[in-house]
């Protein structure tokens, strides 16, 4: 009985709830004593809609399920007050004797995708359990203006349903409903990539403020990325499918779903929601009691906004300061005015973060990562609902480092010619970083030590570290440091870092550790 349910619930009707007065609505007049629903718009002054009215160009063949003929999709002009008159059938290639419903179309009106029972090629295919399920398809305009190279969508499967289509604005994303496996409930709603290939991406389900254990449906979504959808799933509806709106950024719901109310829904199924572009007017489906007939459609005016607790989105990126490179790892955290933490997170393997804030609020993010100086960014959010804020963070590297419970000078690792000690272009480099520590902290005294690995003996490898101490020494003099600020020392192998001592068996990599030209800070209060 599964497949049942699903079918009927793509294809006949919905349920709803009710809340404040945020809109009129009328039954239009075109509605009869069959199914009529799923209006979208067709252009700025036409509709297309599903209706299992019947037609002489339609075979009297009825489903066996509400003994109505099979859907079919319509076409008419709408009036100045909301009325569709001069209905006719849409197209003679897209509808066939099984069901076709709920159609979107891209702006130029060159491409359509649709929902259709899965019929293809005159051939109807079931799924494992024998039931011809809803599966979606995309078509174009031919020369003549009528619809050709009808095409399943690559995401579809014999053994699920996929459903309900609508483009966002962009045209760049897909909004779906499917059955497919992984989902929250009976149907979810689904968004998928449209590339600029015209290839498609992988479906990504719309999460926890979109999808319920329950039914998810007849999603559309307007040109400020708010989606509409009917949901049977939610405590605050009245028990059948009822239309509810939530805030879109990337693919997710930021937004806790809000149920739009009466006189939008009722005790029955209402669904199928679309506004017109650029206008607070639009159509829904309803088999509301009082109707003309089993699902009706109503036109409506919104009489006032749908109001979101106001929230926007900061994201970012961490570099490091001087070659810009990503610090994926970083610690990042989101203070108030008031310097009290709110949350805080670790920066993606891309190095980026991002948090949901208030409107109209003053805030502080601070990066942090071992061995770099903290970077820290202050903002304050405007009044402009649902805008998304881009900041960067970049982190210098820290100029003193922690290292076996002694501060020390960072700087890369000093390099020597093999058994040579004198000062190669590549280690000017580093001591000069030393130079600078010590001109900007005149106070500061460090003891320089060098040190070598144990594959020499022991005496060699301490004259050889005696040189080099006595190198390093002189050059940072020479640089106009006050002697009595700095002492050297070579240590030899006197203090391995490792267990690579005499006779030990170690890589390269783990000797490399022991050969080291250290700048330990013997008055630490100064810097601190």
């Not at 109001?307 to 490179?325: H, I, M, P, T, Y």
């Not at 700087?411 to 000017?428: E, V």
């Not at 970083?433 to 022991?458: C, F, N, Q, W």
Request: aromatic share 10%; with cysteine; glycine share 8%.
């Amino acid at each position: 009985m599964k497949k049942i349910t699903l079918i009927l619930l793509l294809f006949c009707a919905v349920f709803v709830n009710a809340q404040e007065v945020n809109y009129s609505i009328k039954n239009i007049s075109e509605n009869t004593k069959f199914s009529d629903f799923g209006v979208t718009y067709y252009g700025e002054n036409s509709a297309v809609f599903a209706s299992s009215r019947k037609d002489k160009s339609i075979r009297n063949r009825k489903w066996y399920l509400n003994k109505q003929p099979y859907l079919e999709l319509f076409k008419g002009n709408i009036t100045a007050d909301g009325e569709i008159v001069d209905v006719e059938r849409f197209s003679e290639t897209i509808n066939t004797k099984y069901h076709e419903s709920n159609v979107t179309f891209t702006k130029d009106l060159k491409t359509v995708y649709f929902s259709r029972d899965n019929y293809i090629n005159k051939k109807t295919t079931k799924d494992d359990e024998g039931w011809v399920l809803i599966q979606m398809y995309k078509a174009e305009v031919g020369e003549n203006g009528e619809w050709v190279n009808i095409q399943p969508m690559p995401f579809n499967n014999n053994n699920y349903q996929t459903g309900h289509p609508v483009l966002n604005n962009k045209e760049n994303k897909l909004y779906f409903t499917s059955d497919m496996p992984g989902g929250f409930g009976s149907t979810d709603i689904y968004v998928v990539d449209i590339n600029r290939d015209g290839t498609y991406g992988k479906p990504v389900n719309l999460g926890p403020n979109v999808n319920t254990r329950k039914k998810e449906m007849f999603p559309f979504i307007d040109s400020n990325n708010v989606l509409f959808f009917s949901s049977n799933g939610f405590a605050d509806g009245r028990g059948q499918l009822d239309i509810y709106a939530t805030k879109i950024i990337g693919k997710e719901a930021i937004e806790p779903a809000i149920n739009l109310g009466a006189p939008i829904n009722s005790i029955k199924d209402d669904f199928a929601l679309v506004y017109k572009s650029g206008d607070k007017t639009g159509y829904f489906s309803s088999n509301r009691e009082g109707g003309k007939g089993d699902d009706d459609i109503y036109y409506f005016e919104e009489l006032a906004p749908i109001k979101f607790d106001c929230n926007q989105l900061v994201e970012g990126v961490v570099r490091e300061k001087n070659s810009g490179a990503l610090l994926p790892g970083a610690l990042v955290a989101l203070y108030d005015a008031d310097g009290e933490k709110i949350e805080s997170m670790i920066a993606d393997k891309y190095a980026s973060f991002n948090f949901k804030v208030d409107c109209e609020t003053a805030y502080k993010v601070v990066g942090t990562k071992e061995n770099y100086d903290k970077d820290s960014e202050a903002f304050e959010t405007s009044n402009e609902k649902d805008l998304e804020l881009a900041l960067g963070l970049t982190l210098a590297p820290s100029e003193f480092v922690s290292i076996r419970g002694q501060l020390m000078v960072n700087i890369n690792p000093i390099y020597f010619d093999l058994d040579k000690s004198s000062i190669r272009p590549d280690a000017a480099i580093e001591l000069e970083k030393v130079v600078r520590i010590m001109l900007k902290y005149p106070e500061i005294k460090i003891d320089l030590g060098s040190h070598t690995d144990s594959r020499a003996p022991d005496a060699y490898n301490w004259k050889l570290s005696e040189s080099r101490a006595k190198s390093s020494l002189d050059w940072i003099i020479s640089r106009g440091i006050d002697p009595s600020r700095i002492t050297g020392k070579g240590y030899g192998e006197t203090k391995l870092v490792n267990k690579c001592s005499n006779g030990v068996r170690c890589t390269d990599a783990q000797h490399q550790l022991n050969r080291r030209t250290e700048f330990v800070i013997l008055n630490p209060e100064v810097v601190n």
